[in-house]
T-cell receptor
Framework: EDQVTQSPEALRLQEGESSSLNCSYT??????LFWYRQDPGKGPEFLFT???AGEEKEKERLKATLTKKESFLHITAPKPEDSATYLC??????????????FGQGTRLTINP | NAGVTQTPKFQVLKTGQSMTLQCAQD?????MSWYRQDPGMGLRLIHY???????DQGEVPNGYNVSRSTTEDFPLRLLSAAPSQTSVYFC?????????????FGAGSRLTVL
C-alpha cells in the first residue's frame, strides 16, 4: 500500500531562517511526487513535480529534491508570505487508468517577521 | 478563466439529511475527483471520473454518490448525512487520465453534520 509521511507536523521559523520539510514515501513504482501549497481556507496549489531520484526543482525561495525514499522541500531565507501548509503526494506508476494521488498529512509552516 | 468552482462554500446539515456538493470546471479536463480533508489525515480520495459517463470509487466512497453527465460537472451527493462526514471537501481536475498530470483544486466546501 502506498504511504506518505511528512515531518514535522508544524514548524515555526523566524524570517530569514532557512530549513527543510521532509516527505517520506513508500510506493510500488513512482510515477511522480508532487508538492502543493495550501493557504488557510483555500484549495491546494501546485508547486513542483519530481519524477526520479536525483531530480531537483526550484521556485523562488523553494527547492524540492528527491531520493528513492524521501523528498525534501528546502526553504531558503523565508518570508512571512511563505507561511502555509505544504502537502506532499505520490502517484503510483502501476495504477492504471486514473491519477490517484496519495497525500501526506502536511507540514504547517509559520514564518514570524 | 474560473478553473474549478465549488458550491456551496459552507453548509450545515442535520444527521440523515441529503445534499449535493457542486463542482464545475471550465478547462475541458477529462479527469475529475473528490477528496475530503480531515485534521491530521491528509486528503483522501472519495470518487473520481476519467470522463463523461465514467466514475469509480476511491479510498473512502461509503455514503457518497457521484455522476458525470458532462465533461464540466461532477457533483458529489451525500445520501444520508452522518457526523463522520463533517469535513472539508475538495474537487480537483486534470487534463488527462494518464501520466503525472497536475491537479487543479477548487476552493473547498466546508460541511458540518450535526
Amino acid at each position: 500500500e502506498d504511504q506518505v509521511t511528512q515531518s514535522p507536523e508544524a514548524l515555526r521559523l523566524q524570517e530569514g531562517e532557512s530549513s527543510s520539510l521532509n516527505c517520506s514515501y513508500t510506493v510500488s513504482g513512482l510515477r511522480g511526487l508532487f508538492w502543493y501549497r495550501q493557504d488557510p481556507g483555500k484549495g491546494p496549489e501546485f508547486l513542483f513535480t519530481l519524477y526520479s531520484a536525483g531530480e531537483e526543482k526550484e521556485k523562488e525561495r523553494l527547492k524540492a529534491t528527491l531520493t528513492k525514499k524521501e523528498s525534501f522541500l528546502h526553504i531558503t531565507a523565508p518570508k512571512p508570505e511563505d507561511s502555509a501548509t505544504y502537502l506532499c503526494a505520490v502517484q503510483d506508476l502501476y495504477f492504471q487508468g486514473a491519477q490517484k494521488l496519495v497525500f501526506g498529512q502536511g507540514t504547517r509552516l509559520t514564518i514570524n517577521p | 478563466n474560473a478553473g474549478v468552482t465549488q458550491t456551496p462554500k459552507f453548509q450545515v446539515l442535520k444527521t440523515g439529511q441529503s445534499m449535493t456538493l457542486q463542482c464545475a470546471q471550465d478547462m475541458n479536463h477529462e479527469y475529475m475527483s473528490w477528496y475530503r480533508q480531515d485534521p491530521g489525515m491528509g486528503l483522501r480520495l472519495i470518487h473520481y471520473s476519467v470522463g463523461a459517463g465514467i466514475t469509480d470509487q476511491g479510498e473512502v466512497p461509503n455514503g457518497y454518490n457521484v455522476s458525470r453527465s458532462t465533461t464540466e460537472d461532477f457533483p458529489l451527493r451525500l445520501l444520508s448525512a452522518a457526523p463522520s462526514q463533517t469535513s472539508v471537501y475538495f474537487c480537483a481536475s486534470s487534463p488527462d487520465r494518464g501520466g503525472a498530470n497536475v491537479l487543479t483544486f477548487g476552493a473547498g466546501s466546508r460541511l458540518t453534520v450535526l
